[in-house]
């Protein structure tokens, strides 16, 4: 997760953790963020409205794919980065199953955008939209999309990549509560152990 409180570097061996994430990194993941939200949006309530019949249906695709290509770029180069440069300590919600479910959830984000994209140009391919668009075709786009088994699983993806950017969202917030939760219940303990001996 990206908003991550920054803390002195540790060593692991040789290694000097940052305390941060690099920039290359934090800035492509707020406008992957916009553009996978537009994506989606363009996608569910744009193309889903727009008959394939209409003659602005191309220009609204062109924008869709645009977005979609546009946003396998960034992951694709988002994890290029990340492979070659150090990370920083994950964030921790003091939960071991928490923690690897949001790290589960991070991984999920990258796969799912990733074979989005793929069903995506599965889907202009099948349709044969990149000749229609920029080859000069004649042809006319098909009746419907929604019997492509790409298509369906592109509306699939698009489900789960919404129930995942919410539990991230979810799970980002919980990390950056963790430690004001943990000095608390430190602070409870402490209490009630000075209690108990006062008393004895």
Known sequence: MLDKTSHPPSKHGSETKPSRYHSAL????????????????????WLT???????????????????????L??????????????QPE??????????????????????????M??????????ADIPAIMFGGSSESLPESFSELPSRIAHGLLAQGLIALMLLHTLGAKG???????VRTALRRKASQQ????EGG
């Open 175 to 181: 990390s950056a509560a963790a430690p004001s939760l």
């Open 26 to 45: 934090v800035t492509p993941h707020w406008i992957s963020a916009v553009l996978v939200l537009m994506a989606l949006a363009t996608g569910t309530f």
């Open 73 to 86: 770029v960034l992951t694709v180069a988002r994890l290029t980065v990340r492979i070659k440069t150090p």
């Open 117 to 126: 994209a793929g069903t995506g140009i599965a889907t202009a391919v099948a």
């Open 90 to 115: 994950r964030a921790s919600t003091g939960n071991v199953l928490l923690d690897e479910l949001a790290s589960a959830i991070h991984h999920g984000l990258y796969v799912t955008i990733i074979l």
């Open 49 to 71: 409205a727009t008959p394939n019949s209409s003659p602005g249906k191309i220009d609204q695709l062109a924008v869709h794919m645009t977005l979609g290509i546009a946003i």
């Open 194 to 197: 000075h209690t108990v001996q």
